[in-house]
């Protein structure tokens, strides 16, 4: 077998890759319409696709892996990040760019499957500082990708940001095949594809309404249809799940105490995350006469960029505190952080460095925990079920980050006010976003305080030498 070491610094490298597909649009994002030639409501498909094919796809890998290797799926998943690259990368029309960022999601579940990985090989006193920093680098990608994505957009054609993710896809699944050993922890049984159908129908009707809120309207026809209609599928998902001999997903397992909690406190989490990522850019790239900073989106970006930089530092000080006190301290520590963040800038927001500082404490909170609830996850649950209840755990983050994107969108579209014709978020509407953001990490926080300390007993960790 490779060296442990060798094994968690190449999944490392597959969790940059993963979470960079998230930023990868974001410098071009408002020129869409202009460089597709299409509606500004039929660009937003660009990034709607990939939350649907990231919020669908990962539980569905976490149950494959499980099945047939976590390995070979995480191979899959690298090998359509690539063709989904590549697509994007020749499309010309807003079609092609759709189709290829919907494949690019796909590569989302590469992060929980890593996780499960290192569960099944690492040594036990190792584990939790490597699954710390394996978690860290669903931060870390997107902060420390948005600079580079910057760079690439205004100095080159915006085409070569999708060669570079799919050279580095490319790069990543050498990587894997050459440093991962294959997994020899099996579930067996069939692939339920009935029950894999069902989520995801359910969960694209209730991520569309969600995301399709604000431009379809919350009381229209269709953002009803798919919202109730979502929900219902999934209630009957719920259903035939708990009488399939092998379902996609134990339910059983997944309402336990520990693992429901962590999961709901996993909206939370994320949410107060992505929160963080719409509303901190917007005001650093507003111009000045608007009550922004009016940096350039490469500075901008450098101003967000060390909250990735302080989720990786602190992976090793998670791993550590993991082994001594248990996740959840972490989980309370890091829901600590981020409330203290957003009231710091209700407070704090005249000066670019009060920013920095605040997106520093973001980095605490989210290294924290973002470390914490896979680790809560893997105490609760039997060995054959890490790789789909760590891909259910990082649906219910992407459902947070999927609320946030609604929730905060609408809030800064709502309090604006006219600037060279065009409207512009006002400080009440970041004032709102705050607050709400921070009461989605005193959810986590509050939530966090009933999980109970200790492992499962149904949790057992492989004997495996050191």
């Known amino acids: 077998m490779p060296p442990q070491g060798a094994i ?53 890998s976490g149950r494959l892996g499980d099945m047939y290797g976590k390995r070979r799926v995480v191979l899959a998943l690298l090998a359509v990040l690539v063709v989904g690259s590549v697509i994007s ?44 920093l394996i978690s860290a680098t669903l931060g870390v990608g997107g902060a420390l990708g948005l600079p580079v994505s910057a760079l690439i957009t205004e100095h080159s054609d915006w085409h070569l940001l999708f060669w570079v993710s799919a050279g580095l896809g490319a790069v990543v699944f050498v990587m894997v095949l050459w440093v991962v050993p294959v997994s020899v922890l ?52 719920g259903w035939y799940e708990l009488r399939t001999p092998v379902p996609l997903l134990d339910l059983r397992v997944a309402v336990r105490r520990p693992v429901l909690l962590t999961n709901v406190a996993s909206v939370g989490m994320g949410f107060a995350l992505f929160a963080s990522n719409v509303v901190y850019p917007q005001m650093l790239e507003l111009p000045v006469e608007t009550g922004g900073f009016g940096l350039t989106l490469l500075g901008a970006s450098l101003i967000v960029m060390p909250s990735g930089l ?24 890091g829901s600590g952080a981020l409330i203290v963040a957003y009231a710091f800038t209700l407070v704090f927001a005249a000066e670019v460095w ?47 980050t999927s609320t946030a994107a609604a929730v905060i969108g609408a809030v800064l579209a709502t309090y604006v ?50």
């Open 310 to 333: 302080v989720m990786m530092l602190l992976s090793p000080v998670s791993g550590r505190m993991a082994r001594t006190v248990g996740p959840k301290p972490l989980l309370l520590l």
């Open 417 to 466: 006010a006219d600037f060279d014709g065009r409207p512009v978020p006002t400080a009440t509407a970041y004032q709102v976003s705050f607050l709400v953001g921070g009461a989605a990490a005193l959810l986590a926080l509050v939530v966090g305080l009933f999980i109970p300390r200790g492992r499962d007993p149904h949790e057992q960790h492989p004997s495996l030498p050191e």
């Open 8 to 60: 968690v610094a190449v999944l490392a490298v597959a969790g940059l890759a993963s979470s960079f597909m998230y930023t990868l649009v974001v410098p071009i994002q408002a020129k869409l319409p202009e460089l597709l030639n299409a509606s500004r409501e039929d660009t937003a498909w660009v990034v709607t696709a990939t939350l649907l094919a990231a919020a669908v796809i990962t539980p569905i």
């Open 89 to 132: 990368a020749v499309s010309q029309g807003i079609v092609g760019l759709i189709i290829g960022r919907a494949l690019q999601g796909a590569v989302t579940g590469v992060v929980p499957l890593g996780i499960s990985i290192l569960r099944d090989v690492m040594h036990e006193r190792r584990v939790d500082s490597a699954i710390a």
């Open 186 to 237: 099996r579930s067996g049984g069939r692939f339920d594809y009935l029950g894999a159908a069902g989520l995801s129908a359910g969960l694209i009707g209730v991520l569309l309404a969600i995301s399709r809120g604000n431009e379809w309207g919350w009381g229209s026809i269709p953002v009803l249809a798919c919202g109730i209609g979502g929900i219902l599928v999934l209630v009957l998902w």
């Open 354 to 400: 009060q920013i920095l500082v605040a997106n520093i404490l973001i980095g605490v909170g989210i290294g924290f925990g973002y470390a914490a609830m896979p680790m809560l996850i893997m105490r609760s649950v039997p060995q054959s079920e890490t790789g789909a209840s760590n891909g259910l755990n990082a649906l219910f983050r992407s459902l947070g």
